[in-house]
């Protein structure tokens, strides 16, 4: 009983193992350029929510130093993308934070991560797809809207006002493009892409052309003469400002931060760039390129676009819903706004395309390694995972028909903030695993090798603890000068207890606020308590040594970057609403009702344990024959559409 029972525990900690010698033996196409990827990022990633969340939050939360706002939501998504880029440099694979969490914490991870990316993915495709319908009835005239409701009202609770025709049309018109070949939509997503760019540039210039600095500097006195006339009050009495104290900051650097707390989701969307690991030329080096650069655009994109509007008129004057053709009439070009509406329907159409491309590739990463149905991982002759893009773009259009997703959409972020904490708790694992791991041979004729691999790692860790005597507090803070299996275990262990506390100070500080202000004793101990530990932590883990490997993109500030990543990405997991996460856990169970009834069981790394070639638990997901050489793909050699 007991040796089924440490069987099954070993079982849902196996990781996949990458063999950096085949990497060009994919069934899909690798056609992409370096440019498709920072197209197919900026399209995902600049959204119609340029055209809109910059007049929601600077007139709600930020003012004028909305730029701030962005400036530091860019920084916080930086952090978790140069995670993805030193991932996407290291194992070059189609599959995203799914592939990365399996080759690194195990499968049962692996699985919560890709069956989360799904969730979000679906969502994402079809709640921006509504959005699309929407848009586009508006500008002529909203008739779909009325002639749904007349003929097609439904009244049930939990489904929409009425069933969008048009949102179905435009996802299985999108999966057709998708499944007819990723050249084709690479160059479909690079002309939407360059429209919506080009109209943010007219944008931008035009607010800075016709922009007052004086509305970045109102006088507190200018507000509360607002508010009394918008409240219809009394000059004797004594008014409080609606609009704040005034100045850059008129809801204070408080108001700033909250601002780029929203401002956060707006940089989602460069992580479909990691699903394309097969798929582009030279992928140790393009998708950190891509990663990087695009964020890059986005956030200049984003802070352009927030200084001239903020710029064109005062920030409280900003409509929420379709700020920048108000802020055209207001400076008198109101002709401007069919340039915006123009952009704005190519932001959609880049935003929905960036939601389905990686769809369809988690889908059938996940089918390969046998944790889905086999049958989503075939592919058409012209190398595309179709069977994954059909079953995609079907389920999301079935949710685009009936579903009222606004509840939803905050279901997105769980999926998006839990990958990227893997992503980050993983780099953190990967670059102080011992040196050797990178060049252990997986023969099937070494003995020693395989009694290893029947061991979990925790299991192999521990055996290497008790030969070395145990650990000690100088083993702690004096290791060896090289990485070891003992040093790669404290740095474990170190993060695991870095994110339990990271979960205990955001659930105290975010749900307990009374009992901080209040200066209640057991608040304050235990934020106390769980920040000294937190130090102690990461001190241990900057004494410990990395590994030499070298790729051709590594995360700089090491440990500091990934744990402030894991920090802030949980920190907004907590503060979503507990409906959600009822919502998340009815997901989660029938997701482990399919991983416990089939994902365990016909696991590709399953079937190579009971084929008896199991191979050693792979540390890293680079094992070559060289451990500190670079490796790439020669351009040669890759397959051809």
């Known amino acids: 009983m007991l040796a089924h029972m440490l069987s099954f525990g070993r079982s849902l900690v196996r990781r996949k193992v990458v063999d950096m010698d085949c990497l060009e033996d994919s069934k899909l196409c690798r056609c992409l350029s370096t440019i498709d990827l920072i197209a197919l990022g900026v399209g995902s990633t600049l959204g119609a929510g340029v055209y809109v969340l910059a007049g929601e939050v600077a007139k709600g939360n930020s ?53 989360n990316l799904i969730l979000s993915y679906v969502i994402g495709t079809s709640s921006v797809a509504r959005a699309w319908s929407g848009t586009f009835d508006e ?25 969008d025709f048009f949102a179905v049309c435009l996802i299985l018109l999108l999966s057709g493009l998708l499944s007819f070949g990723v050249k084709e939509s690479a160059w479909v997503n690079k002309v939407f892409t360059a429209i919506n760019v080009l109209v943010l540039l007219f944008v931008i210039i035009s607010g800075f052309v016709k922009g007052d600095s004086a509305n970045w500097d109102i006088t507190e006195e200018s507000l509360v003469n607002v508010t009394i006339v918008r409240r219809n009050l009394s000059i004797m009495d004594n008014v409080t400002s609606d609009y704040g104290a005034g100045g850059f900051f008129p809801y204070g650097f408080s108001g700033t931060l909250a601002g780029a707390a929203t401002c956060f989701y707006a940089f989602v969307g460069f992580d479909c760039i990691a699903t394309t690991g097969e798929e582009v030329k030279n992928p140790q080096k393009a998708i950190p390129i891509g990663i990087v650069v695009s964020l890059l655009i986005c956030f200049l994109a984003y802070f352009g676009v927030s200084a001239a509007l903020t710029l064109m008129m005062p920030y409280y004057l900003l409509d929420e819903k379709s700020p920048l053709p108000v802020a055209f009439e207001y400076v008198g070009w109101s002709p401007a706004k069919f340039v915006v509406a123009v952009g704005s329907l190519c932001a959609l159409s880049t935003s929905l395309l960036g939601s389905m491309f990686p769809l369809p590739r988690i889908l059938f990463a996940m089918a390969r390694d046998g944790l889905l149905f086999k049958f989503l991982s075939k592919v058409s002759k012209r190398q595309s995972p179709v069977a994954a893009t059909m ?81 000690t507090l100088n083993s702690l803070f004096k290791p060896s000068l090289l990485p070891t299996e003992q040093t790669s275990t404290v740095v474990n262990m170190a993060v695991g207890v870095i994110v339990v506390l990271i979960c205990i100070i955001s659930t105290i500080t975010t749900h307990y606020q009374d009992a901080i202000v209040a200066m209640a004793p057991w608040a304050l101990g235990v934020l106390a308590a769980s920040f000294g530990v937190f130090i102690v932590c990461v001190i241990i883990i900057c004494r410990q040594p990395q590994t030499s490997r070298r790729v051709s993109f590594m995360v700089p500030l090491l440990p500091f970057l990934p744990i402030l990543s894991v920090f802030v990405n949980i920190y907004l997991m907590v503060q979503l609403s507990g409906d959600t996460w009822i919502r998340f856990s009815i997901w989660m169970a029938v997701g482990f009702l399919i991983y416990f009834g089939y994902g365990i069981w016909h696991s590709t790394e399953h079937q190579r344990e009971r084929q008896g070639c199991g191979s050693l638990p792979e540390k890293v997901p680079a094992i070559g024959k060289e451990p500190c050489a670079e490796q790439f793909i020669h351009p040669d050699k890759t397959s051809r559409c």
């Open 63 to 115: 003012g004028p130093s909305i730029v701030i706002s962005f400036l530091i939501a860019a920084l916080a998504s930086v952090m978790a993308g140069l995670c993805y880029a030193e991932f996407g440099a290291r194992v070059p694979k189609t599959g995203s934070a799914y592939l990365y969490s399996y080759v690194t914490v195990g499968e049962l991870w692996a699985f919560i991560t890709g069956w």
């Open 139 to 163: 500008l002529i005239g909203g008739h779909i809207e009325q002639f749904c409701k007349t003929y097609f009202r439904m009244n049930s609770p939990g489904l929409a006002e009425y069933p």
């Open 391 to 471: 079953a995609a773009g079907t389920t999301a259009a079935i949710m685009a028909f009936l579903f009222d997703l606004k509840a939803l959409v905050d279901m997105m972020s769980i999926g998006t903030l839990l990958a990227y904490s893997l992503v980050a708790a993983c780099v953190l694992i990967l670059r102080y695993q011992p040196d050797a791991s990178y060049g252990k041979s997986r023969g099937s004729g070494d003995r020693e090798g395989e009694a290893e691999s029947e061991l979990t790692e925790s299991e192999s860790h521990l055996n290497m603890l008790n030969k070395d005597g145990g650990l």
